[in-house]
């Protein structure tokens, strides 16, 4: 999936090392200014004062929505599951409810969302981070992460009649040029999937990332707290 490693075998193995260490001895490394919330009890605290701070499950405001949650699986770019949780994904309140009212305006035109990854804890991000050392792809965990704050989504269109993906050139997590939101030199067809994906996004409040026409956010990262809580805590 990374175009540009050209040693596979040696990074698999970093990987492997990097998986295997246990993630408090990775956030432990992080920089103390960054407000990590690692309790859920500080979580819920949160949330009573803000409702809009409440993770929501995607499929409870929005029952047709498809996933493919890549990183619960090996189908990703390290070749390992960097996260148990694979039923179920996450979002703030105020982020759900935009990302309803798109997979409502696409379903009209017989398409549908597919939900690669959405919320992840910040251990992820770290873990990311010692892999790829590249702010075009990966954030810096001394910044935390869209993901990490419940505020970004990496996704796709399909076709509701075969449940197909339209073509977007390239696939999920293609570290090169040709993933660019400004990269043209593609067939009219995946330029024109592309733009309504990205235009359906922007009209209810979302921003593309440049770098990837998979993923997007919405722009609020200093009102939520990067959160570092596993999903199964979120069910309660």
């Known amino acids: 999936m990374i175009d540009k490693i050209t040693n596979r075998t040696k990074f698999q193995f970093i990987a492997f090392i990097i998986l295997s260490t246990p993630s408090s001895t990775i956030c432990a490394q992080q920089t103390p200014e960054l407000n990590i919330v690692s309790k859920f009890k500080t979580y819920k605290e949160q949330v009573e004062k803000d409702s809009s701070k409440k993770m929501i499950e995607l499929k409870s405001i929005v029952p ?136 359906t996004m922007g009209k209810y409040g979302f921003k593309a990332f440049e770098t990837e026409w998979w993923h997007y956010f919405l722009d609020k990262a200093e009102k939520f707290e990067v959160l570092n809580i596993d999903f199964k805590k979120f069910r309660k």
């Open 64 to 199: 047709n929505i498809v996933y493919d949650l890549r990183y619960a699986t090996p189908n990703n770019f390290v070749h390992q599951p960097l996260y148990k949780q694979g039923v179920k994904t996450y979002l703030r309140s105020i982020v759900a409810a935009a990302l309803a009212k798109v997979q409502q305006e696409l379903n009209g035109k017989g398409f549908g969302l597919k939900i690669f990854d959405a919320y992840r804890p910040y251990s992820v991000t770290v873990k990311f981070w010692e892999l790829v050392h590249d702010e075009r792809y990966v954030a810096d965990p001394k910044k935390g992460s869209g993901h990490n704050r419940g505020i970004a989504v990496d996704l796709t269109i399909i076709n509701l009649k075969d449940g197909k993906e339209l073509n977007m050139g390239t696939g999920f997590d293609n570290f090169s040029d040709t993933a660019h939101q400004t990269f043209t030199n593609l067939p009219e067809e995946v330029l024109q999937n592309r733009n309504l994906l990205k235009t």
